[in-house]
């Protein structure tokens, strides 16, 4: 198995060299250069497999035995999942109407961004063991990517953290699950602006080579391939258990499943796609909220960024960045690189782009996609409660409308999948006029010291920012150099 840049600049990296990286060094995203195909029989052996188990599967399929043996990779996948707060890691909620939720937040900061990120700093950390190396990891975060990182990867000898968040645009559970970690490896800042903001000045970073290879600089966003291979597993382990392939004729075609996925940076959609170029039948259709630039780029084309980042109460999706798209575009352009540049240096230098007229046919071939107000969310969260006594989280809430306005039709299974708990959103809850008792794991943080930096709006304020996080990145590799404690 080898990887490539979705800009064609780069082909042949192994594994551990995409693990390892954040963007590819032509500013692509990595990729494998082709993609396994399940057969029916392959996936009807899957059927009773653990969703720990299936993991393995499907990351075997990507990870080459010569760099991590089946014995180490199946540990570390086992031990990365054995925190999750129910013994199956994900869990089935069927409720009335054929309305079913695909619970993927039983991991240590209640987001599905758990699943995939406890497996990939279990298998950054194997490497840099083995390597006798340290890397210094750069995340910038809308809401939950930052706190799974840091739970992930807090203590870790050979990693140091730093995670950049929106400050004023994460719930307080959010903001807690990043600021109250102190541990030495761990370097948070709060930014005056949007996760877009964020991005801009991290993307340089990444482009800075000798800064990359001096500091061993990579990413634990979605950019990373290994974030994306383990999300393949959830679409996966959702097919075989709500699909009704184990009631289907051995001989009879597949039988399809609807998956309504709730949308920011599009890497749930990217995997999901991946899945479908693996031969499972699924049908996609992404939901946004009010920063719906995935929704007009697949129904009409117009992948273009709005004025401005618009704050809802699904915070972790007001994106207006999707750039997970990328890997979406490459694939269904057929791997065109050239293309996919293209497309993509357009966008970034003017965030505006009309795609070419058969990529978007085939897009919205391939997903279907809508929109969810704010009103809309607190509508599905009433609902929901009202018929199921279920509470949703406002981003499932927005996957959730889709059941309401789009009710299933009886020849196609379709589920949902819950992205966060509820108990991270207690002031959307609140609004949707319902109540919810935080667990003891979420309260007790309000005693919990804290420990932050802030990164101000000025009018050169892009470059300030990467100009503080570069300073930073040096600090600590200077500071691990001496083997002295960072934070006195």
């Known amino acids: 198995m080898r990887y490539c840049s979705t800009r064609g600049g780069v082909q042949g990296a192994d594994f551990c060299d995409v ?68 013994p199956e890691v994900v869990r089935f909620a069927k409720l009335k109407e054929g309305l079913t939720i695909v619970e993927l937040f039983h991991g240590n900061t209640l987001a599905f961004k758990d699943l995939a990120m406890t497996c990939t700093v279990r298998f950054l950390d194997y490497f840099l063991q083995k390597q006798k190396r ?26 140091d953290l730093v995670v950049v968040y929106p400050r004023g645009r994460v719930t307080p559970v959010q903001e807690k699950h990043m600021t109250t970690c102190l541990q030495d490896n761990i370097h948070v800042f709060s930014a005056d ?16 080579h000798e800064l990359v290879k001096a500091h061993g600089l990579m990413s634990l966003n979605s950019v990373n391939w290994s974030r994306i291979m383990i999300q393949l597993a959830h679409f996966i382990y959702a097919y075989l258990h709500m699909s009704g392939l184990e009631g289907a004729s051995a001989d009879a075609p597949l039988p399809p499943l609807e998956v309504v996925v709730p949308t920011g940076g599009a890497g749930n959609i990217a995997a999901g796609c991946i899945v479908k170029q693996m031969g499972v039948p699924l049908q996609l259709v992404a939901m946004v909220n009010s920063n719906d630039i995935v929704r007009r780029t697949v129904q ?55 795609l070419p007229q058969q990529l978007h046919t085939v897009l919205s071939q391939a997903v279907s996609a809508g929109t969810v107000t704010d009103e809309g969310i607190l ?47 207690q002031s959307a809850v609140q609004r949707a006029g319902l109540t919810l008792d935080l667990p003891e794991s979420l309260s007790s943080m309000d005693k919990m010291a804290t420990r932050c930096e802030g990164l101000e709006k000025s009018q050169t304020w892009s470059k300030h920012w990467e100009d503080k996080l570069r300073e930073k990145i040096q600090s600590i590799s200077s500071a691990r150099e001496r083997n002295v404690t960072y934070y006195t």
């Open 19 to 86: 693990l390892f990286s954040g963007f590819a060094p032509d500013g692509g995203m990595f990729m494998p250069e082709s993609l396994p195909v399940l057969s029916p029989d392959t996936l009807r052996s899957w059927a009773a497999l653990h969703f720990s188990q299936l993991v393995v599967e499907v990351a075997s399929l990507f990870i080459p035995t010569q760099l991590m043996p089946r014995d180490h990779l199946e540990a570390l996948v086992m031990e990365a999942l054995s925190s999750f707060s129910v």
């Open 300 to 354: 009409s084309g117009d992948f273009s960024m709005a004025a401005d980042v618009k704050q809802t109460l699904a915070p972790a999706i007001d994106i207006q960045d999707p750039y997970n798209m990328e890997r979406v575009f490459w694939l269904l352009s057929g791997r065109d690189g050239a293309l996919v540049k293209g497309i993509m240096e357009d966008f970034q230098s003017s965030h505006r782009h009309t």
């Open 193 to 208: 602006g949007t996760s877009d903001d964020i991005d801009n000045p991290i993307r340089r970073l990444f482009a800075d």
């Open 134 to 159: 340290r890397a210094v990891v750069v995340v910038g975060t809308s809401g939950d990517t930052g706190g799974s990182a840091i739970q992930s990867a807090k203590g870790l000898a050979q990693v």
């Open 379 to 425: 509508e599905s969260m009433r609902r929901c409660w009202e018929d199921n006594q279920y509470l949703l989280c406002p981003h499932t809430a927005v996957a959730v409308w889709h059941h309401y306005h789009t009710p299933p039709s009886a020849q196609l299974n379709r589920c949902y999948l819950a992205t966060a708990s509820p108990a991270k959103f």
